[in-house]
T-cell receptor
């Protein structure tokens, strides 16, 4: 595929369940970002990878959130013991370089609803 | 801290009307500035960007000028179309060493254009 893909597109979880969200970036893109977008709000940064290295995880809201990118391509965002406040759209973006001059390309997002 | 503030929406206009969406920012250092657009049912797309003071970004008839003296990056279009109906996000990236290129978004402004 030509763009960033994410799966699943929709996820419903019961409070307390663990979830895993997948991101397939554009092939060859070294930078990968995760953002959280609450309803009616702008996206907020969660974490950043340069290849397989997680260089910034300052936006992760709690230790229930964990992200990995073991081979420098596909990334997974895992949320343990989900809470209702975790309900949001989770966006993944990738870019070809590792500075602010490289455009970030966004995936369609995964809408997580925690009941 | 670093932040972006956009005018509240929704903005409702008739076709061919002039559009302005205000955006101001607060940043330590010298950011790059962006406008992203989210059409109904689609992912975030880069609309335009500017990387230094007095630069004008333009695309699809939209324009925005980087005004360092007023810390603003207002989005304008001379004649809107129904197809411009979307949510518009102003964003910044802090540049320089130690910054990972994460986007800091405003809360978004919904534009509705009526025929």
């Amino acid at each position: 595929g030509a763009g960033v893909s994410q799966s699943p597109r929709y996820k419903v979880a019961k409070r307390g369940q663990d979830v895993a969200l997948r991101c397939d970036p554009i092939s060859g893109h070294v930078s990968l970002f995760w953002y959280q977008q609450a309803l009616g709000q702008g996206p907020e940064f969660l974490t950043y990878f340069q290849n397989e290295a997680q260089l910034d995880k300052s936006g992760l809201p709690s230790d229930r959130f964990f992200a990995e990118r073991p081979e420098g391509s596909v990334s997974t965002l895992k949320i343990q013991r989900t809470q209702q406040e975790d309900s949001a759209v989770y966006l993944c973006a990738s870019s070809a370089g590792f500075d602010s001059y490289n455009e970030q390309f966004f995936g369609p997002g995964t809408r997580l609803t925690v009941l | 801290g670093n932040s972006v503030t956009q005018m509240e929406g929704p903005v409702t206009l008739s076709e061919e009307a002039f559009l302005t969406i205000n955006c101001t920012y607060t940043a330590t250092g010298y950011p790059s500035l962006f406008w992203y657009v989210q059409y109904p049912g689609e992912g975030l797309q880069l609309l335009l960007k500017a990387t230094k003071a007095d630069d004008k970004g333009s695309n699809k008839g939209f324009e925005a000028t980087y005004r360092k003296e007023t810390t603003s990056f207002h989005l304008e279009k001379g004649s809107v179309q129904v197809s411009d109906s979307a949510v518009y996000f102003c964003a910044l990236i802090l540049r320089g060493s130690g910054n990972t290129g994460k986007l800091i978004f405003g809360q978004g402004t919904t534009l509705q254009v009526k025929p």
